[in-house]
């Protein structure tokens, strides 16, 4: 079974410094990593993932992540962060091994805040 | 632009109703989904379908039941509306390769009174 753990309920940073949300998985086989932003009252929008090549992969929004397989982590990360970042971030995974089924699994979101 | 759109923002319906939750995609997608989004819980599929009449169940099914009759549109459909089903619902569609990401809709927030 998949799975993917988003540690932190809620990360604060402030406006200007790095930000960092972290994100872990769990697969049998080889993962395909996403992550996805919601704004309040809206619905997942697609930033970035993670399929094959390049560990350091860019996204939109000047957003990126680092794939790292050892760890089995996939997290996402901003070198400055803007107030209008703020929103909530899910983490996913699909399992490269899981058969014609196209099952994702989602974390359960981290809330960012960054604070003027 | 790609686009999917879910019939309502906000519903209110009245315990024991049949409701129905409408979503519709311009992409030509394959695959189209419906996820149950709860604080805490994150995402959790209900039912996912991968062509016209074809249906697969998914995390969360009972007490749903869905319908794509035409490749554009995904029904979700609550036979009988409990307060437990109030929760903001999620449409969303893919191609069918899996390395692609989904596109959702901007939910229904539904509250069971």
């Known amino acids: 079974a998949q799975s993917v753990a988003q540690p932190e309920d809620q990360v604060n940073v402030a406006e200007g410094n790095p930000l960092t949300v972290k994100c872990t998985y769990s697969?049998?086989?080889?993962?395909?990593l996403f992550w996805y932003v919601q704004y309040p009252n809206r619905g997942l929008q697609f930033l970035l993932k993670?399929?094959?090549?390049?560990?350091l992969v860019k996204g939109s929004y000047g957003f990126e992540a680092e794939f790292n397989k050892s760890q089995t982590s996939f997290h996402l990360k901003k070198p400055s962060a803007l107030v209008s970042d703020s929103a909530l971030y899910f983490c996913?995974?699909?399992?490269?091994?899981?058969?014609?089924?196209?099952?994702?699994?989602f974390g359960t979101g981290t809330k960012l805040q960054v604070i003027p | 632009d790609v686009k999917v759109t879910q019939s309502s923002r906000y519903l209110v319906k009245r315990t024991g109703e049949k409701v129905f939750l409408e979503c519709v995609q311009d992409?030509?997608?394959?695959?189209m989904f419906w996820y149950r989004q709860d604080p805490g819980l994150g995402l959790r599929l209900i039912y996912f379908?991968?062509?016209?009449?074809?249906?697969e169940k998914g995390d969360i099914p009972e007490g749903y039941s869905v319908s794509r009759e035409k490749k554009e549109r995904f029904s979700l459909i609550l036979e009988s509306a409990s307060t437990n089903q109030t929760s903001m619902y999620l449409c969303?569609?893919?191609?069918?390769?899996?390395?692609?990401?989904?596109?959702f809709g901007q939910g229904t927030r539904l509250t069971v009174v």
């Open positions: 969303a569609s893919s191609l069918w390769d899996r390395n692609t990401e989904a596109f």
């Open positions: 697969v049998s086989g080889n993962p395909y």
């Open positions: 993670y399929i094959t090549g390049d560990n």
């Open positions: 996913a995974v699909r399992d490269l091994n899981s058969g014609g089924y196209q099952k994702v699994t």
């Open positions: 992409m030509d997608h394959e695959n």
């Open positions: 379908s991968y062509d016209v009449k074809m249906k």
